[in-house]
């Protein structure tokens, strides 16, 4: 039986920018992460317990690529701050309201194309 998500894994062809994306953009942190026997790394959310992205990089892409999940999505907090860090580094995004539950999500794409919801509560305001 399923209980909740443990994480996602992503492939990434340029560790620094996917790091930078996750970590100095989204506020994650690179944390644990066992020998696997490949360079990678699992980020955690700040103070979390639990790693929620998997990261790997230096292997061959799968091929055909991955792709069958169209997005992640991620619980944030603090809209008016992430906005302000995407205008500033000019990063494209798409914010739109959830129609009736007025749920903020935040659209974008992280630097492998891999694409990224941010949902912030519907009592935030800009």
Request: glycine share 8%; aromatic share 12%; with cysteine.
């Amino acid at each position: 039986m399923i209980h909740t998500m443990n994480h996602f894994t992503i492939t990434a062809e340029d560790r620094k920018a996917t790091l930078d994306f996750y970590c100095g953009l989204l506020g994650l942190e690179e944390g644990h992460r066992p020998d696997l026997g490949f360079p990678g790394a699992w980020l955690y959310p700040p103070g979390g317990k639990a790693a929620i992205l998997h990261i790997y990089w230096d292997r061959a892409m799968p091929s055909p690529r991955t792709g069958v999940i169209d997005h992640m999505a991620f619980t944030s907090s603090d809209l008016k701050a992430v906005k302000a860090r995407f205008d500033e580094r000019k990063i494209k995004y798409d914010l739109r309201r959830q129609v009736g539950a007025g749920t903020w999500q935040l659209f974008t794409h992280d630097p492998n194309g891999a694409k990224v919801e941010l949902d912030f509560d519907p009592s935030e305001s800009l």
